[in-house]
Nanobody, 121 residues
Framework: QVHLVESGGGLVQPGGSLRLSCPASGNIFRVYTMGWYRQAPGKQRELVAA???????NYADSVKGRFAISRDNAKNTVYLQMNSLRPEDTAVYYC???????????????WGQGTQVTVSS
């Protein structure tokens, strides 16, 4: 089994900050790209940020300059530092990772359950 568990979501005022964490655990041989998606009620799910095992990053235009994705390969963990938060950032944030399963021997994309981020005054 492989599990991804997001943490760090919550309620924050506009202009505030949150830091999301997502460790991967289980039958892991190797972790490749990791990242974050988000989905607000009534809207499509969108990619927020992604990071390769080598550290290359990609961000949605709406979060560039405000959010920063990072990872700790030794801990199989991806992070999302969110600064200058806006009400439109309110969404459920989902962690994902492309992982080679140590028993199955093939690469599969795994998803976390999501963590709620609410930006409101």
């Amino acid at each position: 089994q492989v599990h991804l568990v997001e943490s760090g979501g919550g309620l924050v005022q506009p202009g505030g900050s949150l830091r999301l964490s997502c460790p991967a655990s289980g039958n892991i041989f190797r972790v490749y790209t990791m990242g974050w998606y988000r989905q607000a009620p009534g809207k499509q799910r969108e990619l927020v940020a992604a990071i390769t095992v080598g550290g290359n990053t990609n961000y949605a235009d709406s979060v560039k300059g405000r959010f920063a994705i990072s990872r700790d390969n030794a801990k199989n963990t991806v992070y999302l530092q969110m600064n200058s938060l806006r009400p439109e950032d309110t969404a459920v944030y989902y962690c994902y990772a492309q992982i080679t399963h140590s028993l199955l021997g093939r690469t599969i994309e795994y998803w976390g359950q999501g963590t709620q981020v609410t930006v409101s005054s």
